[in-house]
Structure formats: structure tokens, C-alpha cells
């Protein structure tokens, strides 16, 4: 029983830690909370399932099919920023609800096309493993690896780079940030991109972990957020704790009451996280 709360905890945490992660990014250089991530996992999940089980006409390999559809989730994302998002940087209530309603648009646009009906996606890797007399498959063990790896990259560019600090500098004081010859418009698109490429890489790792379909963002997206939000926005280390709390939480949620019940935990724990300190655990002013 702890085994398995343990792999479970683990796998949901890698897998919304990363559609967190986008979160953090673009609120450190916009101030503002950009819920069309959901949108973005959602379009990747589609595309991977197009691109690589499309049919005979359209089977691309797995490699090439993720490159692809995390190329486009970028292109996507930062077209969301430039088309809408920078003329209401000013306005974070805008923000919120304009992007809530473009990732509502996608699902009803996609539920046209391809119907309401969930699809099943094939794993990335087959086979499985027994750890701890519990076997979980190589998927999972695939996706745990990634989200890590990607954490651990995305740390490492943020402290170690130029264009690392450069947006570290952008988040801080954007003013400041141009007295040294940083541009933070460019910044800003850079970070639009990296969310879209994030969020297609959750996007990809959810589809061949359970299935596709027109609501599959919903669930990632409000606990992304909710870890967010505990974790401190613009916070990545507050990310990476909040998100493994919510999700052992909700593994303990799922494996020792009711499965059904796994958000609710998650928001309880949100609202006194907020009660007593709004900030978050590591948010700053």
C-alpha cells in the first residue's frame, strides 16, 4: 500500500510539476496568470496522437513526432502572447479570463473536429518493472525521468545562463532589466515559448499515460495552479515542493479513500495556505 502511494505520488507530482513549471515562467516576467497552458497540453496531446498514429498516410516515428508537436506548442504559445496576452499585461484579471476562455474555445473547436469520445494513446515505451512487489509500467517510469530531467535543465539554464539571468533580471525589475541592455519584450516572448513547450511535453506525457480527449486539461490545469499557488508565484523551488504535497496527497487521496475525491484535498489545503500566509510558501512581494 505505501509502495504503490509512493509510485503513484511520484509519477503525478513529475507530471504536473512540469505544466507548473510553465506557470512559474511566464508569471515571473508578465505578472500574470496565463490558464491557456491548459490549451497548449490539450492541441500537444492531439498533435502527438496525430502525427504519430494518424493512419497509414501519417505515422511519423515517436522522436520525430514529439520534436514536432513540442514545436508547435511553443509557436502556439508565443502567438497566444503576441496576439492577445502582451496588450493586457497591464490588466491580470483580463489575462485570467481571456485565457480561460481561448483554452474553452480550443475544447469546444476540437470536440468539433474530432468528437467528445476519449482516445487511446500508445505508450512511449512498452513494457513494465516491479519495484517494491508493485509493477508500474516503463511509461511511467519514462515520464517520471523527463520531468526531472527538465526540471533539473530548466534550474540549471535559469542560474547558469545569459538568457537564464536575463530573465531572472526581467522578473525582478524590468526597468532595471533595460538600464543593461536587456530587452524585456524579447524575454517575455522566449518565456511564452518555453511554457508552450512545457506545457506540450505534459501534454504528450498525460495522452500516453491515460488518453486523449476535449477535457483533458481541465483536472492538470487546476492543479497546476493549485500548486502555484501553495508553492508562491514566480517561486520554482515552491513549485517543485508544493508539487509533490499535492501529489502524494492526491495518491494517498486515490489509493485510501476515493479516487473521485483526489482535487478536493488539494484545494482544502490551498485555502488555508492562503488563510494564513497569501503569499504562498516561497513567494515574494
Known amino acids: 500500500m505505501i509502495e504503490e502511494i509512493l509510485i503513484v505520488g511520484l509519477a503525478t507530482s513529475a507530471l504536473y510539476l512540469v505544466i507548473a513549471l510553465g506557470l512559474v515562467m511566464v508569471y515571473s516576467v508578465g505578472r500574470v496568470e496565463d490558464l491557456s497552458v491548459g490549451a497548449y497540453l490539450m492541441v500537444a496531446a492531439y498533435i502527438y496522437w496525430f502525427l504519430a498514429e494518424g ?105 547558469k545562463s545569459y538568457i537564464g539571468r536575463a530573465i531572472r533580471a526581467v522578473s525582478i525589475n524590468p526597468r532595471g532589466a533595460m538600464l543593461v541592455g536587456i530587452d524585456p519584450e524579447k524575454v517575455r516572448i522566449l518565456t511564452w515559448g518555453l511554457c508552450g513547450a512545457l506545457s506540450a511535453v505534459a501534454g504528450i506525457s498525460l495522452a500516453t499515460h491515460t488518453s486523449i480527449s476535449t477535457g483533458m486539461w481541465i483536472l492538470p490545469l487546476i492543479l497546476a495552479f493549485i500548486i502555484v499557488m501553495i508553492g508562491g508565484l514566480g517561486s520554482i523551488g515552491g513549485a517543485i515542493l508544493s508539487a509533490h504535497i499535492i501529489g502524494f496527497v492526491g495518491a494517498f487521496t486515490m489509493v485510501m479513500i476515493d479516487e473521485r475525491l483526489r482535487g478536493v484535498f488539494g484545494l482544502l489545503l490551498l485555502l488555508v495556505i492562503l488563510i494564513f500566509r497569501r503569499r504562498g510558501l516561497f513567494g515574494r512581494e
Open 55 to 159: 493512419g497509414p498516410y501519417l505515422s511519423l516515428p515517436k522522436g520525430a513526432a514529439i520534436i514536432i508537436t513540442i514545436l508547435i506548442g511553443s509557436a502556439i504559445s508565443i502567438s497566444v502572447y503576441r496576439g492577445f496576452i502582451r496588450r493586457l499585461l497591464d490588466n491580470p484579471t483580463a489575462v485570467f479570463i481571456s485565457t480561460l476562455i481561448f483554452s474553452l474555445i480550443v475544447e469546444n473547436v476540437l470536440a468539433g473536429i474530432f468528437g467528445e469520445a476519449p482516445r487511446s494513446v500508445h505508450p512511449l515505451v512498452y513494457g513494465s518493472v516491479t519495484i517494491g512487489g508493485i509493477t508500474i509500467t516503463l511509461n511511467i517510469v519514462i515520464i517520471l525521468a523527463i520531468a526531472w530531467a527538465i526540471t533539473i535543465i530548466l534550474i540549471t539554464f535559469i542560474s
